[in-house]
C-alpha cells in the first residue's frame, strides 16, 4: 500500500511569489490535512479538507489556501510569499473519521528568499 | 496558548534501559491521543494511540498511558534501541474536529549505547 506522496520535495521561491504544494493521500484515505513545521512554533495545523470541502482550518492568514479534487489529491497554496513562510510543509492523510490515525508524507521543504 | 506541551525538550536514555516521554495538555475536550517520532527533513510516523475511554494502550515495545484527571499521558519505551533515537511529538484531537491534530513542541530522545 502507497503511503502519503508530496511533491516537490524541495522547493526555493523568491518573495512575492506564489508556490503550489501537492499531496496524494494513502489509497482510500478521504482526509487530507496539512501542516507548517518551522523552528520556533513547531508543527501547526493549517487546514483540513474531506470529500473536496475544508472541513477544519488553523490560524493562518488567506495567503494560506488548499483544495481538494475528486480524487481525494489536494494542493496547498501560498501566495504572496513571505520570509517566514520558509518551513517544512507537511500533508497528513486519514480516513477522516472520529478515531484514526492520520499518516504524513515526507513533507515539503519550502525556502524562501 | 500552547494546548498540548512536552516540557523536557531532551531526553537520554542509555540502550537497553526505559525511556519515558511525558506529555500534558490543557483542553478537556481533547480525546484522542497520538505519539509521533519524526527524523531530521522527514515526516512523523505514527508510532501509538490511545482514546480517552482507556487508560493504557500497549504496541510492542511501546505502551502509552493516560491519566484524564492529570490531564497527563506518557509513551513508554521498552527496551530502548539506539534507532528509536528521534524526536517525538505528542498529538490530541477533539471530539468533532476529526483530524485536526494540536502537536507538542517535541522531546528529542537520544539513546546511547
Known amino acids: 500500500k502507497a503511503g502519503v506522496t508530496q511533491t516537490p520535495r524541495y522547493l526555493i521561491k523568491t518573495r512575492g511569489q506564489q508556490v503550489t504544494l501537492s499531496c496524494s493521500p494513502i489509497?482510500?484515505?478521504?482526509?487530507v490535512s496539512w501542516y507548517q513545521q518551522t523552528p520556533g512554533q513547531g508543527l501547526q495545523f493549517l487546514f483540513e479538507?474531506?470529500?473536496?470541502?475544508?472541513?477544519n482550518k488553523g490560524n493562518f492568514p488567506g495567503r494560506f489556501s488548499g483544495r481538494q479534487f475528486s480524487n481525494s489529491r489536494s494542493e496547498m497554496n501560498v501566495s504572496t510569499l513571505e520570509l517566514g513562510d520558509s518551513a517544512l510543509y507537511l500533508c497528513?492523510?486519514?480516513?477522516?473519521?472520529?478515531?484514526?490515525?492520520?499518516?504524513f508524507g515526507q513533507g515539503t521543504r519550502l525556502t524562501v528568499v | 496558548d500552547q494546548q498540548v506541551k512536552q516540557n523536557s525538550p531532551s531526553l537520554s536514555v542509555q540502550e537497553g534501559r526505559i525511556s519515558i516521554l511525558n506529555c500534558d495538555y490543557t483542553n478537556s475536550m481533547f480525546d484522542y491521543f497520538l505519539w509521533y517520532k519524526k527524523y531530521p527533513a522527514e515526516g512523523p510516523t505514527f508510532l501509538i494511540s490511545i482514546s480517552s475511554i482507556k487508560d493504557k494502550n500497549e504496541d510492542g515495545r511501546f505502551t502509552v498511558f493516560l491519566n484524564k484527571s492529570a490531564k497527563h499521558l506518557s509513551l513508554h519505551i521498552v527496551p530502548s534501541q539506539p534507532g528509536d533515537s528521534a524526536v517525538y511529538f505528542c498529538a490530541a484531537r477533539r471530539t468533532g474536529t476529526a483530524s485536526k491534530l494540536t502537536f507538542g513542541t517535541g522531546t528529542r530522545l537520544q539513546v546511547t549505547l
Open positions: 489509497s482510500g484515505h478521504r482526509s
Open positions: 479538507y474531506f470529500s473536496e470541502t475544508q472541513r
Open positions: 497528513a492523510s486519514s480516513l477522516g473519521t472520529t478515531n484514526g490515525e492520520a499518516f
